[in-house]
């Protein structure tokens, strides 16, 4: 059974960069889309960023789009955000989340699609 596992949370600096790593383990994640969803204190979680596994359908909140750039690495069955210019408001809990197999590749910015997930990592953007 395919799990997901985040890395990379930290501390940063307003301005700085970051980069998470999701990772599945026990499954391809090739044959998933996977999202990436945020969770900050007091509010509800929200879809940053998802790849289809053909890589063709991307897409990017409004809140992050020119910062952010996510990316497949099959040969380490790894997904990654990066997040460049980093503000506070991109403090939150990240997770990673996969989708069952899809036709066509298609990945999506809403959380109830998904039926995998991750348990999270921690970002906090602060001088």
């Known amino acids: 059974q395919l799990t997901l596992v985040e890395s990379g949370g930290t501390l940063a600096q307003p301005g700085g960069s970051l980069k998470l790593s999701c990772t599945g383990f026990g499954g391809p994640l090739e044959f998933h889309a996977v999202g990436w969803f945020r969770q900050a204190p007091g509010k509800g979680r929200e879809g940053v960023s998802c790849t289809s596994t053909d890589g063709r359908d991307i897409k990017y909140a409004d809140s992050v789009k020119g910062r952010a750039a996510i990316s497949r690495d099959n040969g380490v069955n790894t997904i990654h955000l990066h997040i460049n210019n980093v503000k506070t408001e991109d403090s939150g809990v990240y997770y990673c989340?996969?989708?069952?197999?899809?036709?066509?590749?298609?990945?999506?910015?809403?959380?109830?699609?998904?039926?995998?997930w991750g348990q999270g990592t921690q970002v906090t953007v602060s001088s």
């Open positions: 989340a996969a989708l069952p197999p899809t036709r066509p590749p298609m990945c999506t910015l809403l959380e109830d699609r998904y039926d995998r």
